[in-house]
C-alpha cells in the first residue's frame, strides 16, 4: 500500500514540490513532529512561539517562489509543533465508558463466556478491550514481539477491510452495486473502529482504508506515505500525544522499506509472496519498533521474526469469528463460535509461551532515551539518503 515510484518525472514544479519529491507531507509531517518531540524537553513562551510562527510564514509567502522559502515553511511547521502541545493539553485517551459500540462489543465478547486468558486476548483483539490484559497475561507477547496483535490496529482493520470487501464482491455484479460495496465497506470499517475504542492506531487505520477504498473506488493512484503523513498531521493537531504511539513507526518502515523489499524479493509463486511478505513486514516492523520497546519495556524481542507468522494466520482467524459474532450475537451461533473462537485462541497463547519460555526468546536491555533518539535519527538520515529527496529531476 505504497508508492511505488522512488523517482518522480520531471516537471517545472516550485522549489518546494522538488525538494518534498513524491511525499510532500511527509516532509509536512517530519518538521511538525520534531517540534512537539522537542516541546516535550525545552519549552518557550507562548509570545514568542506565535510571534516567530507569524514571522515564519510571512517570510514563507514572500519568498514561496525561492529555495529559501521551503526554510521558513520548515522554520514554520517546527513552531507550530513546539506550540502544539500547550494549545492542545488532552490526554492519549479519550474517558472510558463514553463510546456505546465499545461497550457493547466488549459485552457481547462476555457473552460468549470463554476461558479468562482465552476471553482477556479476545476483548483486546476483537473490541480493543484490554481490561482483563494483566502484566502476566501480555508478557510472553512482548517478550515475543507479537504483542501488536493485542492492540487493534492496521493489521485488524485490514482483516475487516479484507473480509468486508470479499464478503460484498458480488454487489459489483449490479448495476452501481460497486458504490454499495465501497460505501458498505467505508461504513464497516468505521463502525469496526469505533467498536474497538478508537485508540490511534485504530483512527489511523480507518482513516488509510477509507483511502484505500477509496482509491480502488475511483481506480487512482493510492500514495500511501501521503495519506499517513496526512492522516498523522491531522491526528497532531487535533492530539499531539498521539505522536509516541507505536503504530505509526511501524507503518511509516512497511510503506518504506517493507513494500519495497518485498517487491525487490517478490517471486512467481503466490504461496512463497504471501509468506515473504509476512517475513519481510514482521522483520521491517520489529526492526523499526525495537529502540521504542527496548526503552519502554526493557526487553528487544529476538524470535518475532519466526512467531510473527504463524501468530498473525492465527489472527485472521480469531478476528474473523469474533467479527462474526459482534455482527450476528444469536445466540444459537454462540455453539459454533464459541469452541471455534477458544481452541483458536488457545492455540495462540501455548504458541506464544511456548515461544517466550525460549532462553534466546529476548534479550533484556533497555535503551536510555539518548540512545533511542539517536538510533531513530540514524533511520531518519539512512531513509533520506536512500530516498535522496532533494536530488534533481531528471
Not at 490484559?133 to 487493534?152: F, I, K, M, N
Request: hydrophobic share 55%.
Amino acid at each position: 500500500m505504497g508508492d511505488t515510484p522512488l523517482h518522480p518525472p520531471h516537471s517545472q514544479s516550485r522549489p518546494l514540490r522538488k525538494a518534498a519529491g513524491p511525499y510532500p507531507m511527509a516532509w509536512v509531517l517530519l518538521f511538525t513532529a520534531a517540534g512537539v518531540a522537542v516541546a516535550r524537553y525545552a519549552t518557550l513562551p507562548a509570545g514568542f512561539l506565535a510571534a516567530a510562527f507569524a514571522a515564519a510564514t510571512l517570510m514563507a509567502f514572500i519568498t514561496y517562489r525561492r529555495r529559501i522559502g521551503n526554510g521558513y515553511i520548515a522554520i514554520a511547521l517546527l513552531l507550530l509543533g513546539m506550540a502544539l502541545p500547550a494549545l492542545r493539553p488532552q490526554p492519549a485517551y479519550g474517558p472510558a465508558g463514553m463510546n456505546r459500540l465499545h461497550e457493547a462489543a466488549s459485552e457481547r465478547i462476555r457473552r460468549l463466556h470463554l476461558p479468562p486468558d482465552a476471553e482477556a486476548v479476545a476483548l483486546a483483539m476483537a473490541a480493543g478491550d484490554q481490561t482483563e490484559l494483566t502484566p502476566e497475561r501480555r508478557a510472553p507477547y512482548a517478550r515475543t514481539g507479537t504483542a501488536h496483535v493485542l492492540a487493534v490496529s492496521g493489521l485488524h482493520v485490514g482483516m475487516v477491510f479484507l473480509y468486508v470487501n470479499l464478503l460484498l464482491g458480488a454487489l459489483a455484479l449490479l448495476h452501481r452495486g460497486h458504490l454499495l460495496r465501497n460505501a458498505a465497506a467505508i461504513a464497516v470499517i468505521w463502525l469496526f473502529a469505533a467498536a474497538a475504542g478508537l485508540s490511534p492506531g485504530t483512527i489511523r487505520a480507518a482513516v488509510m482504508f477509507t483511502a484505500l477504498q477509496l482509491a480502488l473506488a475511483t481506480t487512482s493512484r493510492y500514495a500511501g506515505v501521503n495519506i499517513l503523513s496526512a492522516a498523522a498531521f491531522g491526528m497532531l493537531l487535533w492530539r499531539p500525544s498521539y505522536l509516541f504511539h507505536l503504530s505509526f513507526l511501524s507503518v511509516a518502515a512497511i510503506l518504506l522499506w517493507g513494500i519495497p523489499l518485498y517487491r525487490r524479493l517478490r517471486t512467481p509463486w503466490r504461496a512463497a509472496n504471501a509468506a515473504v511478505g509476512m517475513l519481510v513486514v514482521g522483520a521491517v516492523a520489529s526492526t523499526a519498533t525495537a529502540p521504542l520497546v527496548s526503552y519502554c519495556f526493557g526487553q528487544i524481542p529476538l524470535v518475532g521474526l519466526a512467531v510473527n507468522p504463524p501468530v498473525i494466520l492465527l489472527t485472521y482467524g480469531v478476528v474473523g469469528v469474533s467479527l462474526l459474532w459482534l455482527a450476528i450475537p444469536w445466540p444459537p451461533l454462540s455453539v459454533v463460535v464459541r469452541p471455534l473462537l477458544e481452541g483458536l485462541l488457545w492455540l495462540q497463547n501455548r504458541l506464544v509461551a511456548e515461544a517466550a519460555a525460549l532462553p534466546c526468546a529476548a534479550i533484556d536491555y533497555r535503551m536510555t532515551a539518548a540512545q533511542t533518539a539517536v538510533v531513530y535519527l540514524f533511520f531518519v538520515i539512512f531513509t533520506l539518503v536512500a530516498y535522496r529527496p532533494w536530488r534533481k529531476n531528471r
